[in-house]
């Protein structure tokens, strides 16, 4: 503990330092050796030891050498385990930390949601009171900012829920107006960018069995994405299919292309793609996107390649019966009647 140097001799008997040294009389050894092991920190551990009765060559090269990395491997070893205990207690601190703030975020949307309601209820009613140009313009400014608000309020709930409740729950029942409800997500999408191109297709050749509620809102996150990360004024098209055993929906934009780190994180709570400012909103959206697949027993997978990106959205038609078609070729802005061409 003195010193860092070994301490040790071949022959007790005739070495100087050690002939009259009660240690090796009362052990009864003849020849000692014993290497400090250091932390990596510099501190002093111990020493890694060898023992015989008789004389032995303990302090030749060779042995030294090998009892000194023996002494370094253990200093490794220690370090190595006390770093991952370190990391595993972290974890399970980061773990509960998580889980407690996905509960605050479940409780904070579920209180919210109620005078949130009264607000949206009140402006609503105010506006079909409002005859002044003024008054009508500030409350369908509150209108959409409490839309807004419920927007984000409602991705909060959808993270909690797949976060703590083990899953989005679904209401599965067969969607024999999925295509129509589809294209009025997109007419939706279409009436808030009347400038950028939207084309929509759908062949349904079986009746799918799902949520249709869940399906129109992994479209519009789909389509809002595309809307804030493609080219502006780029078409963004939408492709969806069915067969006696699949659904797929296809949702294809233009845009840079998404880096391969970016792309691993793509489906995380919180993620935003490149470029992402304030509007990008809370970055739930395509993590959302994922929870409804999973229900679904689906997947949804993104391609990059070039300036195309497309997000293609599979999951089992669990029903075989009827079909549905319906067709929109044409932007929005296009059409002059103001009717719509799909469903």
Avoid at 67 to 85: G, K, N, P, T, V
Avoid at 96 to 117: M, T
Avoid at 241 to 263: F, Y
Avoid at 265 to 294: C, D
């Amino acid at each position: 503990m003195r010193t860092p140097r070994r301490v040790g001799g071949d022959e007790v008997r005739t070495d100087a330092s050690y002939c009259g040294h009660p240690t090796p009389q009362m052990y009864g050894f003849q020849s000692y050796i014993a290497v400090p092991i250091f932390r990596q920190n510099g501190e002093y551990f111990g020493n890694i030891c060898g023992f015989d009765p008789e004389p032995r060559r303990l302090t030749d090269g060779k042995t030294l050498t090998m009892l000194r990395l023996f002494s370094e491997l253990i200093s490794l070893q220690l370090d190595a385990e006390e770093r991952h205990e370190s990391g595993r207690k972290e974890l399970v601190a980061q773990r509960k930390d998580g889980h407690l703030r996905d509960q605050f975020l479940a409780v904070l949307g579920h209180d919210v949601r109620n005078p949130l309601s009264s607000i949206v209820y009140g402006t609503e009613l105010l506006l079909r009171r409002a005859a002044d140009a003024a008054d009508r313009k500030v409350l369908q400014r509150m209108r959409s900012s409490a839309g807004r608000i419920t927007s984000l309020v409602d991705e909060l709930l959808d993270l909690a829920r797949g976060r703590v409740g083990g899953g989005i729950a679904l209401h599965g029942a067969p969607a024999d107006d999925l295509a129509a409800r589809l294209a009025h997500v997109v007419d939706e999408v279409q009436a808030a960018h009347p400038t950028r191109p939207i084309s929509f297709d759908a062949a349904l050749g079986a009746v799918v069995r799902c949520d249709a509620k869940r399906i129109e809102q992994l479209l519009s996150n789909l389509l809002a994405n595309a809307m804030e990360h493609g080219t502006a004024a780029s078409p963004v098209a939408v492709h969806v299919r069915s067969d006696e055993a699949e659904l797929q929906l296809r949702v294809e934009n233009h845009g840079a292309t998404i880096p391969a780190a970016v792309l691993e994180t793509l489906f995380q709570p919180y993620s935003r793609g490149p470029g992402g400012g304030r509007s990008a909103g809370l970055g739930l959206g395509l993590y959302i996107v994922s929870e409804i697949a999973k229900a679904h027993g689906g997947t949804v997978e993104v391609e990059s390649v070039g300036d195309r990106i497309a997000f293609l959205f599979a999951m089992p038609c669990r029903a075989s019966a009827g079909a549905a078609v319906a067709r929109l070729d044409a932007p929005y802005a296009a059409r002059t009647d103001g009717s719509s061409t799909a469903g």
